[in-house]
């Protein structure tokens, strides 16, 4: 179910929460959702904006286009296309658990900011062992195959 900001709130503390652009969706993206799935609550998905993606490469699908596509995944039950920083979603819906994947570990965890509010807000981040793969290499991989 694709829902509004304004119905976070009806979720506060009771879902898990994944997050990202999700663009191109791909295979590593469908085993962080089921180990997400796996920790026994609601998913929510947190999908970047269109705005946010084109920072880090050309927007391949819309948001509303991810939306649609991963609303459609069985181990999504809330999808929620943000217009606001990650932060600021994790202040609003305040999951129980926000899961990413253990690739942050290796960045040194979540953003510093992010980690203040879990901490404060009693919201558990687990890091998950999932297939990594990553968009943006997969792009790199694409742009250098189109040019050979």
């Known amino acids: 179910m694709i829902i509004p900001s304004a119905q976070l709130a009806s979720l506060v503390g ?3 929460m994944v997050d990202g652009s999700f663009d191109p969706l791909h295979d590593g993206h469908i085993a962080y959702f089921r180990a ?5 609550l609601p998913v ?20 509303a286009q991810r939306a649609e596509v991963i609303d459609a995944i069985r181990y ?3 999808v929620h296309l943000s217009h606001s920083t990650t932060l600021e979603v ?3 819906l305040q999951p129980k658990i926000y899961a990413k ?6 960045r040194g965890g979540i953003p510093a900011l992010e980690k203040n509010a879990c901490d404060s ?12 793969n990553s968009s943006s290499q997969l792009l ?7 040019t050979q």
Do not use: F
């Open 36 to 40: 997400a799935a796996q920790l026994g």
């Open 14 to 16: 009771q879902v898990t």
């Open 101 to 106: 994947g253990n690739d942050w570990l290796e």
């Open 76 to 78: 999504i039950d809330y």
């Open 44 to 63: 929510l998905c947190n999908i970047a904006a269109d705005d946010w993606t084109i920072t880090k490469h050309p927007v391949l699908l819309s948001q």
């Open 90 to 92: 994790l202040m609003m």
């Open 121 to 132: 807000s009693g919201i558990t981040v687990q890091y998950l062992d999932t297939v990594l």
């Open 140 to 146: 790199r991989q694409w742009k250098l195959d189109d």
